[in-house]
């Protein structure tokens, strides 16, 4: 059965730094795209990055780039994010999610929460 486990969240002043993790088990991450998404409270769930499999190609969202840092570490089947610079508008639950390709998101976890005051 396949899991995904977010920690690593909390809070932080502006300009502070989190690293999130995504502990995989019931497949390996080798196999699939990793992606992380956000939703903060009355918005729509937001894209932040994902990492794909085959060629290890990374996207960001464009409020990310340069910020964050998506990595995996393959001998412990886990996706971190790093996030640094952070703002107040990066106050959010964020969520791992993986499938078989960019997009097809077919298993989610169940979330972290980042707060960022400023």
């Known amino acids: 059965e396949v899991h995904l486990v977010e920690s690593g969240g909390g809070s932080v002043q502006a300009g502070g730094s989190l690293r999130l993790s995504c502990a995989a088990s019931?497949?390996?991450?080798?196999?699939?795209?990793i992606a992380w998404f956000r939703q903060a409270p009355g918005k729509e769930r937001e894209g932040v990055s994902c990492?794909?499999?085959?060629?290890?190609?990374?996207y960001y969202g464009d409020s990310m780039k340069g910020r964050f840092t998506i990595s995996t570490d393959n001998s412990k089947n886990t996706v971190y994010l790093q996030m640094n610079s952070l703002k107040p508008e990066d106050t959010a639950v964020y969520y791992c999610a993986a499938g078989p390709s960019p997009g097809s998101w077919n298993h989610w976890g169940h979330g972290t929460q980042v707060t960022v005051s400023a």
């Open positions: 990492i794909s499999p085959s060629d290890g190609d990374t």
């Open positions: 019931g497949f390996s991450i080798d196999d699939y795209a």
